[in-house]
């Protein structure tokens, strides 16, 4: 078969793939109409067959591996305050669709020539690390005589993260606007500008003392890395909306573990790869290996209609058209009783719903209906 015959057959960017190694090779007559022969044979040979139980081999080739994965948290490249969540639990929080990560994080790539100025990317790291008022102060206080907050500042944590008092002072200031802010030495008076109450008064010192004096709210620390010749800054935290506003990001590299942040910043076909990449590197660093077509089946059942679900009762197995599949997954009498309210019908198109009252499941040939002609008796 030569390579012009082969373009009816073969997927657009396999094609694309197969004519630029030829034409690398410099392959001509025989031994490229060879070569072509092998790829279209290839590419038949990984096609799945009609109707076959695509869910069900993606559901065991996924959870096989997944009886092997450790329950366990690692720390990251030996700081103790950077952990990242690998194995089981990563992959229960990626397919659950969380809405928060429970360890975020972020790889920032730069563009060139930052990627390669160790004096800039340390600039960058103390410019996004976030700094609240209790990260810069030795105490908060509430004066209760005076009904105000004393907060006492820690100046040398000021001349480590390098932050300004008169920085720390207008963050509050724009923070807390219906409040009087003034400076009493190394001391900074919050007070009220009309009377509240001794509750209000203790509330208020909790949110004086998560306002954001410096940096990108999120990111809670960061560690400079150099990979394949160029610097990477890696953080624990994420705010991946705030960080692409910098100039010299890199924005077509830099990105997030966390897969709801990607769904709203970068849209639903950012999240849908986002999944497929976190799953299986997922399953990489656990020295497993799973095919990557049944991660792109699970990703494409999480996002087909425009927002990250997850796999469970709140999600995609909750939201089945099917109701003895809805039952048989939880609560069953909750959604009998529901079905029966809202006078739903079963169609029994699936698979659950037909093994449970014992008829042929739609599955293989049992998917196709077949009608013959009789010839007429004489």
């Not at 509050?172 to 409040?179: A, D, F, S, Y």
Request: proline share 2%; glycine share 6%; hydrophobic share 40%.
């Amino acid at each position: 078969m030569n390579l012009d015959e082969s373009e009816k057959i073969l997927p657009k960017n396999v094609f694309t793939k197969l004519k630029t190694k030829i034409a690398e090779y410099k392959l001509a007559g025989k031994k490229a109409e060879t070569a072509v022969d092998k790829v279209v044979e290839s590419y038949k040979k990984s096609r799945i067959c009609p109707a076959e139980s695509v869910g069900v081999i993606a559901a065991q080739s996924i959870g096989e591996p997944g009886t092997q994965m450790t329950l366990n948290t690692k720390h990251f490249a030996g700081v103790s305050e950077m952990n990242v969540t690998v194995g089981l639990p990563r992959i229960i929080e990626i397919f659950g669709a969380r809405k928060e990560a429970e360890t975020p994080s972020m790889n920032v790539y730069l563009k060139s020539p930052y990627n390669n100025s160790e004096k800039f990317i340390r600039q960058l790291s103390a410019t996004i690390l976030e700094v609240l008022l209790e990260d810069v102060t030795k105490e908060i206080n509430v004066d209760l005589m005076n009904m105000q907050i004393e907060a006492k500042l820690d100046l040398e944590e000021l001349r480590n993260l390098s932050v300004n008092f008169n920085t720390a002072l207008a963050a509050l200031k724009n923070g807390l606007k219906k409040c009087e802010i003034t400076e009493d030495g190394d001391k900074i008076i919050i007070k009220p500008k009309s009377d509240i109450k001794i509750g209000d008064l203790f509330k208020l010192k909790v949110v004086a003392s998560e306002i954001l004096i410096e940096g990108i709210m999120g990111i809670k620390q960061v560690v400079p890395m150099k990979r394949n010749e160029e610097y990477v800054l890696v953080t624990a935290g994420s705010n991946l909306k705030e960080v692409l506003k910098i100039k010299e990001v890199d924005k077509e590299r830099t990105i997030t573990n966390d897969v709801y942040e990607v769904w709203k910043v970068l849209g639903i076909e950012a999240a849908r790869t986002a999944i497929i990449e976190e799953t299986l590197k997922t399953f990489n660093e656990q020295g497993l290996s799973v095919d990557v077509r049944h991660l792109m089946l699970v990703a494409d059942v999480m996002t087909n209609d425009g927002q990250v679900m997850g796999i469970g009762r709140y999600g995609v197995s909750g939201q089945k058209t099917s109701v003895l599949a809805r039952a048989s997954f939880e609560v069953a009498l909750k959604h009998l009783f529901s079905a029966a309210v809202h006078r739903e019908v079963d169609e029994l198109k699936g698979v659950v719903e037909n093994v449970m009252i014992n008829q042929q499941i739609p599955v293989g040939t049992g998917f196709y209906k077949l009608k013959m002609k009789e010839a007429k008796k004489q």
